[in-house]
């Protein structure tokens, strides 16, 4: 699938005028409030009609000011997941997951009801009306409506906004799950670069109805305009991992990161095979040259470097942990510790600065 946006739009003082390509199995777009995302979340869908210029996917035109298209939304065959669920209120969830939904179109997308089910896990509510549910559960309902209409592209915009982030972090396993199994293109919209850093393929980057950059997560960090927009929210680790083993004796628990390395935390969580997130901030991670002896911190991750950003009197090192891990140090830790990319260094990351959901 190739999606390809050049358009323009007018909406009082506000000026869009963005032009990109998507070839990615996921990819974002992300900027601060009023940036323009929904709009042209909105113009892909057709749910809006852009001044000027062409939208098509797969060389297909689903808009061309030049040549006189603007396929209606129905005919897009694109599936939208909003900040709201926005499900029927009066049909069951099961209804209303099958709504749009044509037998005739699984052979070509591969996508079948009982997989859709078993990876959103909403087995148990099929029977419930959207009122039972809570805000993640219909946010699930939502996608799994969505997919099974069989789309060809499938769009959130800021899905998880109004969660707190135990639901935040869980919703964002299920759409790992879903770029994973179903293969599906996803355009994923955000203000939370947390929200995508270990999800998005590439990420386009908005601000002002403008596109200021498009690359993949560690690129972003080179651009200085970039860097504040994305630090506003906070730079924080998003890991969904596999729960290893409990040690009640030693009050902890390990969760599998890749490589066979482990990661220590506080006692809690389902039973091992089950999985969880862990969240941690990038800047409390600590370097070390050399494995450091008589710490109390718990994880002492040995880790090599892939790419190195400076912005001002910080530097951003994305970082090869099994999973990748973002980690933000000083400017002068930097020359100090004289890290490059390619080497691998020691990375210290205490079990209480871990949130797990």
């Not at 299920?174 to 203000?191: C, D, Q």
């Amino acid at each position: 699938m190739n999606l390809k946006v050049n358009i323009r739009r007018q909406a009082g003082t506000f000026h869009l005028d963005v032009a990109f390509s998507v070839e990615k199995p996921l990819t974002a777009i992300f900027g601060p409030s009023g940036s323009g995302k929904t709009t042209i979340l909105n113009c892909i869908s057709g749910v809006i009609e852009p001044r000027d210029g062409e939208i098509s996917i797969g060389g297909m035109p689903l808009y061309s000011s030049e040549d006189g298209v603007n396929l209606p939304p129905e005919s897009r065959n694109i599936g939208y997941v909003f900040q709201e669920g926005l499900l029927f209120p009066h049909l069951t969830v099961e209804k209303n997951i099958f709504y749009g939904f044509n037998p005739a179109d699984e052979s070509r997308c591969h996508i079948v009801p009982q997989a859709v089910i078993d990876v959103l896990d909403i087995e148990n509510f099929l029977g419930k009306k959207p009122r039972q549910l809570s805000g993640g559960e219909q946010q699930r309902v939502s996608i799994a409506r969505a997919l099974l209409s069989h789309p060809r592209l499938l769009i959130f915009d800021e899905p998880v906004s109004a969660l707190d982030w135990g639901l935040k972090s869980r919703f964002l396993g299920y759409l790992k799950r879903i770029k994973e199994e179903f293969h599906v293109p996803i355009l994923y919209v955000t203000h939370a670069f947390s929200e995508i850093m270990n999800l998005a393929d590439e990420v386009i980057v908005i601000k002002d109805g403008r596109v200021l950059a498009t690359g993949g997560i560690s690129s972003l960090f080179h651009y200085p305009e970039i860097f504040p927009i994305i630090e506003s929210g906070g730079l924080e680790n998003v890991l969904t991992l596999k729960v290893l083993s409990h040690n009640t004796k030693r009050g902890v628990t390990q969760l599998g990161l890749g490589g066979g390395r482990q990661l220590v935390v506080p006692l809690g969580g389902p039973e091992p095979g089950g999985t969880v997130s862990a969240i941690v901030r990038a800047q409390d991670i600590l370097v070390s040259r050399q494995r450091p002896a008589g710490l109390s911190a718990r994880n002492i991750l040995e880790g090599t470097v892939k790419d190195v950003s400076v912005a001002g009197s910080k530097a951003v090192l994305s970082v090869d942990l099994g999973e990748r891990i973002i980690v933000e140090i000083t400017h002068e830790a930097l020359r100090e510790l004289e890290i490059e990319t390619g080497r691998t260094y020691f990375f210290i990351i205490k079990s209480n600065s871990i949130r797990v959901c």
